[in-house]
């Protein structure tokens, strides 16, 4: 009995150690990001630095929300229009109910799968409150310079890539390929 | 039995709510904005039409903005994963979730959540509490999976603003709105007579969505070890589920389901034909001495006090040991929500439950009840910058009425009939208010709640409630919940079937049962790797017993003393390789209560530890996972207080004071063949442990009556199923 008691004790002492030593959030869109997940299918980990110096589109959708229904065939043209922007989409859903989706659409970019939970990686997109779709533009050094909450358009990807592409080269990086 | 009544000034104000937020929305409702593109650096503040969809992990930013504060939630992908096909099957190997068996013969299951007892678990629908002790008993396996969106837990008294009853938590059926046109079939098939069919349809329309979904499940009866009587009850269950769906109604998106339940099960002898069962008075079809410890001659068994069998020999039919029970339900949930404008919400909710029971207690007692349960429900939401109050009103209405005929001989009323002697009414109206707030640029988030209720039996409680959120960084956060609720006792399953051969049941000496809780998690979230880890401190104080008096009466009457669960619980899952998971999911219980409650507190007997251990394997068209929970052992002659009132097998010797540890390991597949045929196979209890190979899974008093024994264990061997999902989009 007095065992169990100092085990509780420990697991407590350890959480609040935990708790009190991690610094707060660093400021969101201030640093590149950089992420590992598994593709739809199961057969490999997608880096983000796997695309280094070159732009990359997010989209993060699920398969049961109307808009990011609507916007996928316009991400799917516009991947092939924006052939220096590595486009990549990131599916909340079961991994199968995702992959039918993506196969049905014919999505021609990486599909990837959400981490196990998702909040994490939601936050260190700007989406705190998990609101689907949501589409993020990186620059070349990964770092996110454009967002949007909601169902994207040709005009929004265009100025959103734009901006983007000025801003990494006001940095002086190197612009995308 | 009392079947009307009159609503208290108290309970108005709902309804009064309800049409004062419904004139509001009519005339302050804007159209939403047009959707502007972004800037650079600067993220779209107009939002067109977002869903949030899926599970929201209960760390997520805003999360305690919610009237109940989930703690953890469990997708439809992860119920099919495991190839769940009920609420109870859905909620099993996960850390401080349990399902119990409370009965071995009827098997009365409830959900327990940080190892309290199943009654302090409220169940919801759509948010809408209408279940009860007496539903619950044996409707908890006759919800189904079926065109459920998610399943939220919400560990802790402190989590559910307008759910005060859940003393140890909340669990919240969430229905799926249908986003496109669906049909779904499946049918599964397995041994012990198992075969399922359901479907799923939807429709989505201009103006909202149906739905509609149906179960035929039917289940045999299964004596594991050649006792003739069952160990796992036998069912024929059908559900029927209507949704409506509308998205603009006055400005209000509705969300409606009506559900209903048939449902048969027979336990005690096997079969299914329950008239014969019924009619089977005398003889003797079982076998007493088969199993463990098992009688040394069939037709009797060995009297402990005695160490003579017991004369004369068994002759009560196979009715003598029957457990049958029929349930009807219908229930009938709505919610509206309306934006009035970017600062202002309203929520109404109502349900409405219809519960018939009609059951046979073998040599105990016939018995058939009558439950109604009304709940309705109001409140804004208004907004002040990130601030957000609450104020709402609540009423709940519930009835129970029953007959009953005592069929034990040495009773007073035996064979007499008699009306509601476990009847109850309560009506409780209830005012809330809750403010979220956030500080340290978002970085701490806090819901601060109280609610007053007034009971006509109990008059009025007041439980308040306070919930923070700490982001220390994108990937780590801590929850603290800190409060208090209250439930009102009521009388049958909770504790005893004998009740209903008692001379009365005397309640004047009831109090609420109340809860204090504190509980801590530490959230971590990766790309790879999520865990989270939780502390939880629950106090029960006038827990309600009953105490059988020397004139036969039950006394329902509160414990002398606080009983008191404290637990440690970890998740972690780990993303090995792209399609390689494991999950381990150890937790620790400490129990305290006073030894003079002891005997009445078998409700209390849980594991000391348990560890779950889960691996997936996720790649193309195939999902596979097994998993397994290892069970440690329970000091059985502590919680049964064996010392004062031993328990003895079927040859007289005397139950173990301890359980054995046992592993329960589950296994699933399936295989997505193309875009609407999915092949699926599962293998449940792998290695077929079972607790009546270890234990008379009956038991005697000393003087040679028996009795169903404690369920610390598996009640049902290895069972296989198999079935085929085809789906149509």
């Known amino acids: 009995m007095h065992r169990r008691l100092r085990i509780t004790d420990w697991i407590l002492l350890t959480m609040l150690a935990l708790a009190l030593g991690f610094a707060p959030s660093r400021a969101l869109a201030a640093e590149r990001l950089e992420f590992t997940l598994a593709t739809l299918d199961g057969h490999a980990f997608v880096k983000l630095s796997d695309f280094p110096n070159r732009q990359v589109l997010i989209n993060v959708w699920g398969t049961e929300c109307p808009p990011c229904v609507k916007e996928t065939p316009l991400l799917n043209a516009q991947s092939q229009i924006y052939k220096n922007v590595q486009f990549l989409g990131i599916g909340t859903d079961d991994r199968i109910s995702s992959l039918l989706f993506a196969n049905r659409y014919r999505v021609r970019y990486p599909q990837l799968q959400a981490p196990n939970n998702p909040a994490g990686l939601l936050r260190e997109l700007g989406d705190l409150h998990g609101a689907l779709p949501f589409t993020v533009v990186l620059d070349a050094q990964h770092r996110i310079c454009a967002r949007r909450m909601g169902e994207v358009d040709a005009r929004w990807i265009a100025t959103a890539v734009h901006d983007c592409t000025a801003e990494t080269e006001a940095d002086g990086s190197r612009g995308p390929s | 039995m009392r079947s009307s009544y009159s609503m208290p ?95 071995s013969v009827c098997n009365v299951r409830s959900i327990t959540l940080d190892n309290l007892p199943g009654r302090f678990t409220t169940l919801t629908l759509d948010g809408v509490p209408i279940f009860s002790p007496v539903s619950n008993a044996y409707g908890l396996d006759m919800l189904g999976v079926n065109g459920l969106e998610r399943i939220d837990v919400s560990r802790g008294a402190a989590t559910s603003l307008t759910t005060p009853e859940s003393l140890a938590g909340t669990v919240t059926l969430v229905t799926k709105v249908p986003t496109k046109d669906t049909a779904e079939i499946e049918a599964d098939t397995g041994n012990f007579g198992y075969q399922r069919e359901t479907f799923y349809l939807a429709k989505v329309l201009d103006w909202g969505a149906v739905s509609l979904n149906g179960t035929n499940q039917d289940h045999a009866s299964v004596d594991g070890i050649g006792y003739g009587i069952s160990q796992f009850t036998g069912y024929q269950r059908k559900l029927l589920g209507l949704g409506l769906f509308v998205n603009d109604f006055l400005g209000f998106r509705i969300k409606t389901r009506f559900d209903y339940i048939h449902e048969d099960r027979g336990g005690g002898p096997l079969g299914d034909d329950y008239k014969a069962i019924l009619a089977s008075t005398t003889g003797n079809p079982f076998n007493w001495s088969a199993g463990p410890n098992g009688s040394p001659v069939s037709n009797t068994w060995v009297e402990p006090s005695t160490g003579q069998l017991v004369e004369p020999p068994y002759d009560g039919g196979a009715s003598g040991i029957a457990q049958i029970i029929f349930t009807r339900r219908e229930q009938f949930v709505t919610t509206a929500d309306k934006q009035v404008d970017d600062d202002t919400a309203i929520h109404l909710a109502a349900g409405y439950a219809h519960h018939e029971q009609a059951s046979w207690y073998g040599e105990d007692s016939d018995y058939w009840d009558r439950q109604q349960q009304v709940y309705l429900d109001a409140n804004i939401q208004k907004s002040f910058g990130d601030a957000q109050v609450t104020v709402g009103a609540n009423y709940k209405y519930e009835e129970l009425g029953s007959r009953s005929i005592s069929q034990t001989p040495d009773t007073p009323y035996y064979g007499i009939l008699r009306y509601n002697v476990d009847s109850y009414i309560y009506r409780t109206p209830g005012v809330y208010a809750q403010l979220y707030d956030t500080f340290f640029d978002n970085r701490l988030e806090l819901n601060a709640s109280v609610r007053v209720d007034h009971n006509n039996d109990f008059g009025t409680i007041t439980t308040p409630r306070l919930n923070l959120l700490w982001h220390h960084s994108d990937n780590l956060s801590s929850r603290l919940a800190i409060g208090t609720g209250y439930r009102l006792p009521t009388s049958f399953f909770e504790q005893d079937h004998g009740i209903l051969s008692a001379v009365s049941v005397d309640r004047t000496g009831a109090k609420p049962e109340r809860s204090q809780n504190a509980s801590y998690s530490l959230n971590y979230a990766s790309d790879l790797f999520t865990a989270t880890t939780s502390l939880n401190y629950t106090r029960i104080t006038d827990m309600a017993l009953f105490v059988n008096d020397a004139a036969n009466a039950f006394v329902l009457e509160p414990a002398q003393h606080p009983f008191i669960v404290k637990s440690a619980d970890f998740e ?59 069970t440690g052992p329970q000091d059985l002659s502590k919680w049964y207080d064996y010392a004062d009132n031993p328990i003895y097998n079927l040859n007289g010797t005397p139950k173990p004071n301890w359980s054995p540890t046992f592993w329960v390991v589950d296994t699933h597949i399936s295989y997505q063949v193309n875009k609407w045929l999915e092949l699926h196979a599962g293998v449940n209890n792998i290695f077929n442990y079972q607790q009546a190979k270890h234990d008379s899974f009956l038991f005697q008093d000393p003087y040679g009556n028996i009795n169903v024994t404690y369920i610390w264990g598996p009640n049902i061997g290895r069972s296989y199923t198999a079935g085929v999902k085809i789906t149509f989009e």
């Open chain 2, 572 to 630: 972690g899952t780990w993303k090995a390789t792209p399609a390689d998971s494991f999950t381990l999911g150890p937790e620790f219980y400490r129990y305290d209560f006073n030894a003079s409650d002891a005997s009445n507190a078998a409700l209390f007997s849980r594991p000391e530890y348990r560890v779950s251990l889960g691996y997936d394997h996720d790649s193309g068209p195939w999902d596979f996972n097994i998993r397994g929970t290892f």
């Open chain 2, 9 to 103: 000034a108290l309970a108005a104000l709902p309804l009064a709510m309800l049409f004062a937020s419904t004139a509001l929305a009519q005339t302050s409702s804007t159209p939403p904005a047009p959707s502007t593109p972004p800037q650079a650096n600067k993220p779209a503040k107009t939002l067109q039409s977002v869903n949030v969809s899926g599970v929201i992990p209960p760390t997520q930013y805003g999360a305690l903005r919610s009237d109940i504060v989930q703690t953890e939630s469990i997708s439809a992908k992860d119920m099919a994963n495991i190839g769940a096909t009920s609420l109870i099957d859905a909620l099993t190997h996960r850390p401080g979730i349990d399902i119990q068996v409370e009965c």
